[in-house]
């Protein structure tokens, strides 16, 4: 068999599985406040972001054609197969540690990072498309922080209309509320997340030379989806537990306010054709509802802990990413 079809066929696997354990790893994310509020039972959770997830990624392609092209140029990157291979790897690796320990840190930051540390591993720092590779860590930089803002607003719209109605009806109302919400917010999840799969498997087919354009296959579309939507019917407990419990006490209003800031920051951002990680912004919209709530309500410990990960992961699946493709080119 062809060795390019060979290791083409690697690639899409590991990006299937990427796509898979994004799945249970970041989309737990997405149900996360439905769940801990008790708007949705876990299993009708699972089955609600599984479907809305493979819909969302069926939906849009701009955020594909941005990992495909705007990091590195994969019609002329050296050993280009090796490089998408070791990213994805990195990125799987890191996204497994991360939920092993129950750790919501960020799959987009992962594979990000992973895709530059094997390009300058493979050719220098000049095979880095600097500015869409700026554009993309910006847009990661400033949708967590859109969030809190977004998220503190919301419920504080929120305290100041409903602070004389009766409290156990309001939850009861926003509860039911909360089911279409966190479907939204499944929905968005799958317009961004699924999306960066499809966008690895393409610039590996570019590479390979079955592709001459950035355009998403049908093919492609459809397999990532449902490998997505797969992964997210396995569940992601650890993480609900940590985004869905331990940054705040939620409820139903907490929790419409911050489905409501999550879908509409991750929605913007796949207009836009930008990655952003849906991990970032669901837990800031949660940081930004508890602080407008109340600020020592807010477990700060545990969001410390977390934007602490989210910092070291660019750097550190990088790094993990250079050395694998070392490895894999001194092998092979």
């Known amino acids: 068999m ?19 354990i994004n799945g249970f790893h970041d989309t737990a994310n997405s149900i996360a406040t439905a769940v801990s509020t008790k708007a949705l039972k876990p299993r009708h959770a699972i089955i609600l972001a599984a479907g809305m997830n493979f819909v969302g990624a069926m939906t849009f392609t701009g955020v594909a054609k941005t990992i495909t092209k705007d990091i590195v140029d994969p019609f002329t990157l050296p050993n280009g197969s090796y490089v998408i291979l070791a990213a994805l790897i990195a990125a799987i690796a890191w996204n497994l540690i991360t939920w092993y320990y129950g750790i919501p840190s ?18 220098g720092f000049g095979s880095i498309k600097w500015e869409g590779f700026l554009k993309i860590v910006q847009a990661l930089i400033l949708s967590p922080l859109l969030a809190f803002a977004v998220g503190f607003i919301i ?14 009806k309001t939850n009861k109302n926003f ?21 960066k799969a499809m ?19 049908l093919w492609v579309q459809v397999s990532c989806a449902l490998a997505m939507g797969l992964g997210t019917s396995v569940g992601g407990w650890k993480i609900i537990k940590t985004v869905g419990g331990k940054i705040m006490k939620l ?3 907490n929790g419409v306010a911050a489905d ?73």
Not at 185 to 191: A, E, F, I
Not at 292 to 313: D, E, S, Y
């Open 2 to 20: 062809d060795t390019l079809l060979i290791l083409t066929i690697l690639i899409v696997f590991f990006a299937l599985a990427f796509d898979f």
């Open 106 to 123: 960020s799959s987009s930051h992962a594979l990000i990072g992973s895709i530059a540390g094997a390009a300058i591993a493979a050719a």
């Open 155 to 168: 419920y504080s719209i929120f305290k100041v209309v409903f602070k004389n109605n009766n409290l156990a």
């Open 175 to 195: 509860r039911i509320l909360q089911i279409a919400t966190a479907a939204l917010q499944s929905y968005t999840h799958g317009t961004n997340d699924a999306q």
């Open 199 to 217: 966008g690895i498997i393409t610039m590996a087919l570019i590479t390979n030379g079955y592709t001459t354009t950035t355009d998403i296959q």
């Open 251 to 253: 409820r139903p209003v």
């Open 260 to 332: 409501l800031t999550g879908a509409s920051v991750i929605f913007g951002a796949t207009a836009m054709g930008v990655p952003v990680s849906t991990t970032h912004v669901i837990s800031s919209s949660i940081l930004g509802v508890g602080s407008a709530h109340r600020v020592k309500g807010v477990k700060w410990g545990t969001a410390q802990r977390m934007i602490i990960t989210w910092f070291i992961t660019l750097p550190i699946s990088a790094t993990i990413s250079g050395l694998i493709y070392l490895i894999i080119n001194f092998l092979f």
